[in-house]
């Protein structure tokens, strides 16, 4: 992880620049840009489910907006719970397929329900005078026209509207309504942060919706639900289910960083994403667990909270709002203004630990010294041993007490001791460090590959820039080899492959890409190799991957991928490898000078 640095260390200009990049499979993107400066540097935002269809179901558009303002609806106190939940923006989902595609603001357009008092202007206001911002939930698709039994959707008054037929119930009648409810509220509303978009509309693409929204509002940032289409901000990723453990909801993800990506879910244990009548619990370790595991990986936590048709959300998601307003504070300089740990920005190895221990890592943005540990699941045993990426550390304490902790260093592992007390939802230790050794930096070596794709040459991987990688073009046994110049004494070679997979097998076609079986070998001078110094599996875990070696000197070195961990079934993924960086480790890292056993220099 040689090279990389925090996103806030690169300039506006060179955002810009490098503002149009490559993605795999897909046209160009604007993957980087100052645009989605705020997005990039929130935690978490507030997912609104809100229309007509909200328990109890109103049919009539002017009755429904009467009780939502008779029972007090008030935009104050969405931004006052979605700043108990440390949240930064709100989407607001009333233009909704299964909620009556009710419009929150006044519209000159008919077609569907459109309330006379500007709740989304007022809301807009509102989360701008406490520095949070709104984005706008925007739907593709008409297929739920008539939802409960009632039609939501007036064709003929639209027709009337546009002088021709209409039917808004086909996808391309629909996508011609919502591109005028586009236009108008980019025109009306300003200071909107942007939209957030299930899916695409072929009318939209065709009458070049995105393009438009670019040119007229070019501060808005664009946000898809499960499809990483190229001209969007930020793609989403809902709701997915059967990680291990359950809270580890980056496990699901498909889309690699510096992709901006967001994680949306519901806080309600069970039940709809909008208020159905019932108030089910919040679970808090699920909740908690998957707010700081997407801090964790650098992706955005979209929270969904089931407001009831006044607006309140019901007692048990107030409860937890009320707990977690407390229980985030004391943690929360290990979350806000950090990037995720062991992956792009440096940091300690996430993940998997000693005895059952599981968590993530952080790092702050503007100090690459400055790491915290999240220990989410904590060791059977009375000490955590996580991998210490060639930091070296100066001192450990606890996050909350402020408390030196033991630990010692060596072997390239971190291990604290006498850790008894843990919290039940995350204990977070401070790492302070003293910067890295060991690492070979990136042009202190080259690499070459047996094959690799086009635009994707194996020098990709030692050049320490994450937005670059190599791709075996899915050759498998494939080889990626180290020349270091001269002799040197390797203990271990690290990997950054590229997070453009889910972790675990989810499905027959959706699986993980990432190396399982591979050999390593050792030359003098590239081309005798005898045996290998190392033959294992690496597991499919997400984040930095080691392999310790022997004490091994040479020149050469050469890492033989011989399998990976997606099944023929996939075959978007079979055989394909791709690694952001790769680099050999010269030593392991001991504790900074100064170091007493006490935890502190």
């Known amino acids: 992880m040689s090279g990389r640095r925090a996103l806030t260390r690169l300039t506006a200009v060179l955002a810009l620049l490098l503002g149009l990049l490559a993605l795999p499979g897909a046209a160009r993107a604007e993957v980087e840009h100052p645009r989605q400066e705020f997005l990039r540097g929130s935690v978490s935002g507030l997912f609104l489910h809100w229309g007509e269809r909200t328990y109890p179901q109103h049919t009539d558009c002017a009755q429904w907006e009467s009780d939502v303002t008779k029972g007090g609806w008030t935009p104050e106190y969405w931004v006052r719970e979605a700043q108990k939940l440390h949240a930064r923006y709100l989407v607001l989902a009333t233009f909704h397929s299964r909620l009556g595609y009710a419009r929150a603001w006044p519209s000159e357009i008919p077609g569907s329900c459109s309330t006379k008092r500007d709740f989304l202007g007022e809301l807009i206001t509102a989360a701008r005078a406490k520095d949070l911002k709104v984005i706008l939930y925007m739907t593709d698709d008409p297929q739920w026209h008539d939802q409960g039994g009632h039609e939501w959707l007036d064709s003929a008054a639209y027709s009337r509207y546009k002088g021709r037929d209409i039917d808004l119930t086909e996808r391309d009648g629909f996508g011609e309504y919502s591109y005028d409810n586009f236009l108008e509220v980019m025109d009306r509303y300003p200071r909107l942060g942007g939209f957030w978009i299930d899916n695409d509309n072929d009318y939209w693409l065709d009458h070049g919706l995105y393009e438009r929204v670019r040119e007229e509002r070019p501060e808005y940032t664009l946000s898809n639900n499960n499809e990483d289409t190229p001209i969007m901000d930020m793609i989403s990723n809902e709701q997915k289910t059967g990680m291990s453990p359950a809270y580890d ?353």
């Open 249 to 601: 909801y980056p496990q699901a993800v498909y889309t690699a960083a510096p992709r901006l990506i967001e994680a949306d879910f519901k806080l309600p244990s069970k039940g709809a994403w909008w208020y159905d009548g019932s108030d089910p619990a919040v679970d808090r370790a699920l909740t908690l667990g998957r707010l700081v595991t997407n801090a964790g990986s650098s992706i955005k936590a979209l929270m969904a909270e089931t407001a009831q048709v006044d607006g309140r959300f019901p007692a048990k998601q107030e409860a937890f709002n009320d707990f977690a307003d407390g229980y985030l504070d004391k943690i929360w300089p290990s979350l806000n203004g950090t990037e995720g740990g062991g992956y792009l920005h440096g940091g300690l190895q996430p993940g998997q630990w000693n005895d059952g221990a599981y968590g993530v890592t952080t790092v702050s943005r503007t100090d690459p010294d400055q790491h915290y540990l999240h220990v989410l699941t904590p060791p059977a045993g009375g000490a955590l041993r996580v991998r210490d990426n060639g930091y070296r550390v100066a001192a450990v304490s606890d996050l909350r007490t402020g408390r030196p902790v033991p630990f010692t260093q060596s072997g390239g592992a971190l291990t604290l001791t006498r850790t008894g007390g843990w919290d039940p939802y995350d204990t977070v230790f401070q790492v302070r460090t003293a910067g890295r050794t060991g690492v070979l930096p990136p042009g202190s070596y080259r690499m070459s590959a047996d094959a690799a794709a086009n635009g994707h040459p194996a020098t990709a991987a030692a050049d320490g820039d994450y937005r670059t990688y190599w791709d075996s073009a899915q050759t498998l046994p494939v080889s990626l080899r180290f020349d270091l110049g001269a002799d040197r004494t390797i203990r271990y070679l690290a990997l950054n492959q590229r997070e453009d997979s889910v972790s675990y097998a989810r499905s027959a076609t959706e699986q993980s890409a990432r190396i399982k079986d591979y050999r390593v070998y050792a030359s003098e001078d590239g081309r005798t190799w005898g045996s290998p110094v190392k033959t294992g599996t690496l597991p499919s875990h997400r984040a930095v991957a080691f392999i310790d070696l022997p004490a091994t000197t040479a020149r050469y070195l050469r890492l033989e991928v011989l399998s990976t961990h997606a099944a023929p079934s996939d075959t978007a993924r079979y055989q394909r490898l791709r690694v952001d960086e790769a680099w050999p480790g010269t030593g392991y890292a001991t504790p900074a000078a100064g170091h007493r056993k006490g935890g502190s220099p």
